[in-house]
């Protein structure tokens, strides 16, 4: 009866070991320091098709970044995502962008997030972190001026542009890339 009980418990525990060892937790931050990703959210109908209208666009003019959609069912997983810096990226609806930065309308639970604008797309807006380094927003929105989906639209919002954006909207060279090895280690770019 012991030798059964003593089995038992080292079953129960070395499957426990077993499983921890296969979660996806771990592949899914390989994944995100391997491609960009582009967030949308569900409930703002109109990101998640143009956030693959972006892709495209970067696919052709940008193609080491390995760009993907990455979609939020709700707003409160879009503020966790970004507040966290989880997600560097996100493209909304102008009007979703600003109750975002202002925690106002959809985000009126929740407090502003600082993000800026890399480019404006008109009613839509793709915003990045303020951390992310300006040689990578330069060189997507780079990307999306060399693109044939976009016009050029001038930024006609109250949300800061990024340094790196605003750079490559003055048609200055692109800044340095960031010397942190750490910080190049975690970006696609």
Request: cysteine-free.
């Amino acid at each position: 009866m012991l030798n059964r009980r003593l089995f038992s418990k080292s079953l129960i525990l070395s499957l426990s070991f077993l499983s921890m060892g296969h979660a996806p937790w771990g592949q899914w931050q390989v994944y995100r320091m391997r491609h960009m990703l582009i967030l949308s959210v569900i409930e703002d109908e109109k990101s998640y098709p143009f956030s693959k209208i972006i892709i495209n666009s970067l696919e052709e003019t940008l193609p080491e970044a390995r760009a993907r959609p990455a979609r939020a069912r709700g707003f409160r997983r879009v503020y966790n995502l970004l507040s966290t810096d989880q997600m560097p990226l996100v493209v909304l609806s102008k009007d979703v962008a600003l109750s975002l930065l202002f925690g106002n309308g959809v985000f009126s639970e929740f407090t502003p997030i600082n993000m800026n604008l890399v480019y404006d797309f008109g009613d839509m807006v793709l915003l990045a972190r303020p951390k992310m380094p300006d040689s990578h927003t330069w060189r997507i929105t780079d990307a999306i001026i060399r693109s044939s989906k976009f016009d050029n639209i001038v930024n006609n919002t109250e949300i800061p542009i990024h340094n790196g954006s605003k750079i490559r909207f003055t048609n200055l060279p692109m800044p340095d890339e960031p010397k942190d090895d750490e910080e190049l280690e975690d970006s696609p770019l």
